[in-house]
């Protein structure tokens, strides 16, 4: 069981899951809120319907209503900003736990490695699951896949439509997830940098020490990789929390990554 937000990641996950295991065995659930935009649930009707799988519809919006009355009666605040934007996340993860329960469906989660990377993510909420299939891909490499999979199909599998919008979250009114993240393009290659370092292949590595030095060559470059540093270094407790994922690059995030949950940052 996947949840299917019409996004990039939801629709890797599921169109891997339908090549392994086969479209009966494979259900994908839409969450929209009073967010979501339209195409978001008419994407996932038309991937699912590409994929040849079983689409449930399951709005939160009645749900996420309820918890904002509720918390502004027990505490006479109104719930707005970010705790407003992760109870969405976290009731669409209840919402997937429930029908992994009821199903005895195993749950996939979404999330790729440049978002569990800075933790662009929500912990208890799009980071429920028991495995993650595409957590060690980089944002780029989802696109690239996905484009993969269309072109040695004999017909469309990813909604040319998923491919080309901009990634959001949609858990804020004209949410855009460059809004709070470098281009993928570039956070991609200062990630690989950070991270897999000197276990790149040849090439990669010659690409992210391109980018990372012209970074470094001016103050608002070097500000932005401190930056990506510290997000990757506050974030940890959050990916220890996360599935496990299926490692295919040099490095991969789980078990074998000996750093601190918590760490102080100046």
Do not use: W
Not at 58 to 70: E, F, R, T, Y
Not at 157 to 178: C, F, H, M, N, Y
Not at 226 to 251: C, D, H, N, Y
């Amino acid at each position: 069981v996947v949840g299917s937000s019409g996004g990039i990641d939801s629709a890797l996950t599921l169109a891997l899951a339908v090549e392994a295991l086969g479209a009966d065995q494979v259900l994908a659930v839409t969450m929209p809120s009073s967010f979501s935009s339209p195409g978001s649930v008419d994407d996932s009707i038309a991937l699912c319907r590409n994929l040849g799988i079983r689409l449930l519809n399951h709005s939160i919006a009645p749900l996420v209503q309820q918890h904002q009355q509720s918390f502004e009666a027990s505490t006479g605040a109104p719930l707005a900003g970010l705790a407003l934007e992760n109870i969405q996340a976290r009731i669409r993860g209840t919402t997937l736990m429930a029908i992994s329960n009821a199903s005895g469906h195993l749950l996939l989660t979404t999330g790729n490695k440049s978002e569990l990377s800075v933790g662009y993510f929500t912990v208890y909420g799009d980071a429920c699951g028991g495995l993650g299939l595409i957590g060690d891909l980089y944002k780029q490499e989802v696109f690239e896949l996905c484009r993969h999979l269309n072109a040695t199909s004999p017909h469309e599998i990813v909604p040319r439509a998923i491919i080309d919008k901009p990634p959001s979250a949609e858990l804020a009114p004209g949410q855009v997830a460059t809004a709070r993240l470098p281009p993928y393009p570039l956070l991609d290659e200062i990630l690989k940098f950070l991270i897999e370092g000197s276990r790149l292949s040849e090439s990669e590595r010659l690409a992210a020490t391109t980018t990372v030095n012209s970074l470094q060559a001016n103050d608002d470059g070097r500000a932005l990789l401190k930056r990506i540093q510290t997000m990757i270094s506050r974030s940890e407790f959050k990916r220890r929390q996360a599935p496990p994922v299926l490692r295919v690059r040099s490095l991969a995030f789980g078990s074998g990554r000996q750093v601190p949950v918590a760490a102080v940052h100046y």
